[in-house]
Each structure stands twice: as structure tokens, then as C-alpha cells.
């Protein structure tokens, strides 16, 4: 009977040829039949014919049912071919089209077999790659750390993992993740199945992160040195060119400079080379300085280019937000000038100042004479009146709901307590201060101590009581002295009209001389004259008017002008019109058709 073939897979790892394992034709089949019935014929007899008829049909039996049972064995022999095919098949597409790839190296380190994705990776064709070293593709840095792993993996049988650059056909490198892991071959002897996965993406995605991460670090570190408080800006951009150069791709070869309107900050190396880039820090619209970020040297990342899009966009960010915080330091600074001029102008006033919320009452800046920076943030009404609640009409209007009411300023005079209860007369000047929107905010109050001027005036006013009393008494007594000099000017009048008129009368008589004549005449001139203030005509008239308006009204008795008169008393026209009217009240001339001089000459 023929023996069945037994079949066997081949090694993991080597592509077999079908041919080897099938005849080459139908008659070297024959062939081959026919010598092993030769070597077989001892079995059956040399002459048929010698033969019964039931061994003949025991022969032709056998012979029958010997090849149907070849058929069956052909036919099994079919079916196990195909399925071989789709296992071979199936072997390829798991072996050879792998996304990763798979070398088999035996213990010196040479490719043996290598599938296709490997051979993808490392840019060569099948047959270069057979019995070349594996070695020859590790970058050489990481030669040390390849050697080490594969020496572990032959003593110890333990798997072993390591990451790290491969060099493709053309140069080009990319990184790469090696699991070793020991196999037996077809001869038993041991290789090393090596797995190449490209880690090249999860790689630069892991320095992007970790650049990503050393940009952010240098926002926050940025972030942190500018809120610092009471910084100084030239500590702020010492700081900062300090900075930059951890962040860059390359920090051992990184350096940095900032210019800013003619000051220089940078790192120590600094110097300018043909890998640099810059970004203008700009300042309310206008170059104020520049940026600059520079390598000392060449790197193999140079070739496609310097920098990374990402440093480019960071150094941007990184001036622009400088040039904003130089514009917000200088506003500050600004500011607190202006705050500080502000402060010191208001206590320079030396009368109370206060900006009060109109909302709620809160003082929100004060002069020190007021009470400065002790007084903000209480209430108007608790430092100025001793109040809990804000003021109402019934004690004295309050500024701000006056303002409220009208939104006009306010003024008048308010009663203020000072800290030792002492009572102020304050005249106040409040005036509002609006929102954009027209909404009321502020209150401006500016305020005069006129207590002084007020218990003055009260002094004045007791005083002028007293000099009121003092002047009616002072009155009472020129009255009774004028009656008095009237009674006594009456009774010399009398007696010079009883007792000299007729001696003078009769000496004038009885004097015939002339010159005696004269000299009566001179003598009674001068009583005359001498009496005259007791003849009741002018003096008395006149003896209400002031110097002045009695000399206006002598100038009037002698024909003057108004023009005149106020030619020579050289005032206005209108002072000298004041004088007449004056003059006609005084002599109860008012409303009266009567002419001032024909008035005035009458008294004579």
C-alpha cells in the first residue's frame, strides 16, 4: 500500500516556494511509479497464467480497491494543498503587510529575514537587507544603548524594549521602538524576532508637548514676575531676556538680548549669528525696541530652518505683551504722579476738601483738613455731624440730597462738630459729579470755616447794640445841649438887642466925628459878626449837613455849576447831583419847588 505524506509548516519568518514541495509533471509521476513496482515485483508472480480465475478476480480486486483508495488519498491530498495555499496566504498578509515590522537577526546581529513593512521603514529592497548587520541602522549615538539590550536579550531569554533613531536609505533618521524577543529556527538554533514600530508621530508629538509645556511655563513664569508688586520695569526685562532661552528648542546654545529705547538687556553670550530672529516691541503704535533671540551654533535641524513656528508666535507674544506692560507701567507711573500731584495740591488747601459717594454716603478722598487719609471710607454724616444716618431737613439740608433733588450745585452754611464736639460754622460749596451715562456718583464739597467770621460778626453786633444805646444817649444829650446853646445864644442876642443896640444906636447918634462914626461902625460889624451864629439864619439851617455838603453848598450860593463844583472838588458829576439832593433833604427842600440858591442866600 502507498504511505500518506506528511506535511509540516515551515519557520515564522521565511518565505517558502511552493514548487519545492510538488512534482515537476504528470511523468515523472509515472516514473517514479513504475520503479517502486519494480522494487515491489518480488511480491507478485513472474506469470499470470499460472493463476486461477478467483485469484485473478482476489487480484483484480485488490487492485480496484487499491485505487480508489489512491483516489481518495490524491483527493485528501488536493484539499490539504489548498488550504497550505490559503494558510500561506494568510501567513503573508500577517507577516509581510504588518503594520510593524518584523526582522529576524541571529545572534551576530545579521538580517536573516525581514518583512515588507521593514523594509518600507528602512527605505531598502528585500535582498539588501539579507545578512546585513542590523547595527548598521542604529544612529550611533545610540549604538551603546542598542548593544546593551541585545546582549541582555541573549543571556537572560528576557524580552527586551528600547526607543531610539534608525537611519533610512537616505540619511534620514526616524525613531523607532525595538522589541527583542528570542526565537528557535528551522536548524533549533536561536535568532532574535526584532520588531520595529515607527514612533516618529507619538515622538514629535511628545516634543511638541514638551516644547509646548516649556512655552507655557515661560507665560506663567512671565506672568508671575509681572504681577509682582512694586517691580521695576528694568528688573521685569532683566528677568525676562533670562528666561527666554529655557524655552527655546535648543536652551544650551539659546541666547537673548532686549533693546528698549536705547538700553540693552541680554544674556551673557549673546552675540549676533546667522540663526537668529526678532520681534519688534511696539509701544502706542510706534517702534520703542526689539526683541532678539539668537543659536551660537549649528544644529542638524537647522537645514529646515532655525526656529519653530511656535518660538516665532511665542517671542511675538512675548513682546507685544511686553510693549502692554511698558504702556500700563508708564500709565501707572503716570497715575501716581498724578495722584500724588493731586494729593498734594488738595492739602495744599487749606480749607476741608471731600469727594463723597453719592450712593452711599462713603468719603472717598479728603485733605488733610478734613482729616485725610483717616476719614476715607466712613461716612460724610459720622465725621462731620456725629450722625448714624445721613442728615435731614429737620436738623440742616444735606449737599448731597439737595444735589440729588435738583442736580445743581449747592451752597450755604452748614453746622458742622469738630472732634471735640465743638460746633463749626461751615460754608459749604457742593457741586455733583456724573457718570457718562449722566448718573450721579460723586459729590465735590469744598468747605470754609466761618466761625471765627461768625462769633466776629456777633461781637459787631453786640457792639453796635451798645454804640446804638451809646448814640441815643449821645443824641438825647447834643439835643439838650443845642437847646441849651439856643437859650443862651437867645438871651446874649436879647441881650446885645436891649443892652448895646441902643448904646451903639446912641453913640452913632452923638458922635460927630468921622472917624469915631467909622469906628462905631466897625464895632457893630463885628458884634455882628460875632453874633451871628445866634441869628438863627444859616447855622441853624445848616447844621445837619457834612463838611462836604456845606461846602458844596457855599460853592452853590456863590453861582457855581455842578460842572464846576465837580471840577473843583474833582469828583463825578454825579457825586456833586448826590450833595444837592442831599442838601435839599436835609433843609426839607425835597419835592418842593424851590430853587437851592435862591434858598441858600435867603438865610444870609
Not at 138 to 154: A, G, M, P, Q, T
Not at 198 to 208: F, G, V
Not at 225 to 248: D, G, H, R
Not at 339 to 357: G, Q
Amino acid at each position: 500500500m502507498v504511505q500518506h505524506a506528511h506535511h509540516t509548516l515551515p519557520y515564522q519568518g521565511y518565505i517558502l516556494n511552493n514548487k519545492d514541495n510538488q512534482p515537476d509533471s504528470a511523468s515523472e509521476l509515472r516514473r517514479r511509479a513504475e520503479k517502486k513496482i519494480k522494487q515491489e515485483t518480488g511480491a507478485l508472480p513472474d506469470d499470470f497464467t499460472t493463476l486461477s480465475r478467483e485469484e485473478i478476480g482476489e487480484l483484480i480486486h485488490e487492485l480496484e480497491v487499491h485505487k480508489i483508495e489512491l483516489q481518495m488519498q490524491n483527493d485528501e491530498l488536493c484539499a490539504a494543498q489548498e488550504e497550505l495555499e490559503l494558510s500561506r496566504k494568510r501567513y503573508f498578509d500577517l507577516y509581510n503587510l504588518a503594520p510593524v515590522g518584523y526582522c529576524v537577526v541571529n545572534e551576530k546581529g545579521f538580517i536573516q529575514d525581514v518583512n515588507l513593512t521593514a523594509v518600507t521603514l528602512l527605505g531598502r529592497i528585500r535582498r539588501d537587507l539579507i545578512n546585513r548587520p542590523i547595527s548598521e541602522f542604529i544612529l550611533s549615538e545610540d549604538y551603546l544603548r542598542y548593544h546593551r539590550h541585545w546582549k541582555i536579550v541573549f543571556e537572560t531569554g528576557q524580552p527586551q524594549t528600547i526607543e531610539l533613531q534608525m537611519l533610512r536609505n537616505d540619511k534620514s533618521l526616524f525613531w523607532t521602538r525595538l522589541d527583542f524577543m528570542i526565537a528557535k529556527n528551522a536548524g533549533q538554533s536561536s535568532v532574535c524576532q526584532v520588531t520595529l514600530t515607527d514612533i516618529s508621530e507619538s515622538k514629535r508629538l511628545e516634543y511638541a508637548l514638551k516644547e509646548r509645556i516649556k512655552k507655557l511655563n515661560l507665560l506663567f513664569r512671565f506672568s508671575d514676575l509681572l504681577e509682582k508688586p512694586e517691580i521695576s520695569l528694568n528688573e521685569v526685562l532683566k528677568t525676562t531676556v533670562l528666561m527666554i532661552p529655557q524655552a527655546w528648542q535648543f536652551p544650551g546654545i539659546a541666547e537673548a538680548c532686549i533693546e528698549l529705547e536705547g538700553q540693552i538687556f541680554q544674556t551673557k553670550g549673546f552675540r549676533k549669528t546667522q540663526w537668529m530672529q526678532t520681534s519688534d516691541i511696539v509701544i502706542q503704535g510706534k517702534k520703542a525696541g526689539q526683541m532678539t533671540v539668537c543659536y551660537t551654533e549649528n544644529r542638524p535641524a537647522f537645514n529646515e530652518g532655525s526656529f519653530l513656528i511656535e518660538e516665532s508666535c511665542l517671542l511675538n507674544t512675548i513682546s507685544e505683551r511686553l510693549g502692554r506692560i511698558i504702556e500700563r507701567v508708564r500709565l501707572t507711573e503716570a497715575v501716581k504722579h498724578s495722584e500724588m500731584f493731586l494729593r498734594t495740591t488738595i492739602n495744599s488747601i487749606t480749607n476741608p476738601f471731600v469727594v463723597i459717594n453719592a450712593s452711599d454716603y462713603t468719603i472717598e478722598l479728603a485733605n488733610n483738613a478734613y482729616g485725610g487719609e483717616k476719614v476715607i471710607g466712613l461716612k460724610c454724616h459720622a465725621v462731620a455731624h456725629h450722625r448714624s444716618t445721613p442728615c435731614t431737613d429737620d436738623d440742616h439740608p444735606c449737599p448731597v440730597q439737595e444735589i440729588k433733588r435738583t442736580g445743581k450745585p449747592f451752597i450755604g452754611e452748614l453746622l458742622h462738630y469738630d472732634d471735640q464736639g465743638n460746633q463749626l460754622n461751615m460754608e459749604t460749596y457742593a457741586f455733583p459729579i456724573f457718570e457718562p451715562n449722566g448718573q450721579l456718583c460723586r459729590v465735590l464739597e469744598y468747605q470754609i470755616d466761618i466761625t471765627a467770621h461768625r462769633q466776629t460778626e456777633l461781637k459787631l453786633e453786640q457792639k453796635a447794640a451798645e454804640l446804638k444805646e451809646m448814640n441815643a444817649a449821645l443824641k438825647v444829650l447834643l439835643k439838650r445841649r443845642e437847646l441849651d446853646k439856643e437859650e443862651i445864644g437867645q438871651n446874649i442876642f436879647a441881650n446885645y438887642q436891649i443892652v448895646l443896640t441902643p448904646i451903639i444906636q446912641n453913640l452913632k447918634n452923638t458922635l460927630t466925628q468921622e472917624d469915631q462914626r467909622e469906628i462905631i461902625q466897625i464895632l457893630e460889624l463885628r458884634l455882628k459878626n460875632i453874633l451871628s451864629p445866634f441869628s438863627k439864619k444859616l447855622s441853624d439851617k445848616l447844621i445837619n449837613l457834612t463838611p462836604t455838603e456845606i461846602h458844596v453848598a457855599h460853592l452853590i450860593k456863590s453861582g457855581k455849576s455842578n460842572k464846576e463844583i465837580s471840577q473843583i472838588l474833582n469828583c463825578s458829576f454825579h457825586t456833586v447831583s448826590r450833595h444837592r439832593d442831599n442838601i435839599r433833604a436835609k433843609t426839607n427842600l425835597k419835592n418842593k419847588k424851590i430853587n437851592l440858591r435862591s434858598f441858600l442866600l435867603s438865610l444870609e
